[in-house]
């Protein structure tokens, strides 16, 4: 498993180095055609990770309710995020992954409550989750690629 956990950080610094040059006004634009945008996209990952990983697992989250409530799946930018916000959406873009790890190794996802994702694979432990999720991330690389090249 710790391929698939060194899988998750490198796909993570990937889209930080993809958007190192971009202003907060661009990675809150949403181009004609989309729904979201590129700072909507980054906090989506941290928050499902979250999700999958640690509410299914019966483990307190690292986020917020209302960080959990703006991000999930099925929402949409509902404000512009301030340089402040982004500032603090990356930091768990990246320190997350490592607390993750961490946890992941110390043994704490002991139980897992099996979920369907939307894409109809079911989850049915830590480790399926770690699966499917970073399969969530690339998908969401291809979007942030394709959201950067029409900001």
Not at 26 to 53: D, R, S, Y
Not at 96 to 110: A, L, M, S, V, W
Request: aromatic share 10%; hydrophobic share 35%.
């Amino acid at each position: 498993m710790t391929n698939q956990l060194d899988n998750l950080k490198k796909c993570r610094i990937l889209i930080l180095k993809l958007i190192e040059n971009c202003s907060i006004e661009q990675l809150n634009k949403i181009p004609e055609g989309f729904k979201n945008n590129i700072a909507w996209n980054m906090a989506h990952l941290v928050v499902t990770q979250q999700l999958l990983c640690y509410k299914f697992s019966g483990v307190s989250l690292k986020v917020s309710n209302e960080m959990v409530e703006l991000y999930r799946k099925g929402t949409s930018p509902q404000k512009m995020i301030s340089e402040q916000e982004f500032e603090k959406i990356k930091k768990q873009f990246i320190e997350i992954p490592n607390q993750f790890e961490e946890d992941y190794h110390n043994g704490i996802f002991k139980t897992y409550n099996e979920y369907t994702t939307s894409v109809n694979v079911t989850l049915t432990d830590i480790d399926s989750a770690i699966d499917f999720n970073n399969i969530h991330e690339g998908i969401h690389l291809g979007y942030i690629l394709a959201l950067k090249k029409l900001i």
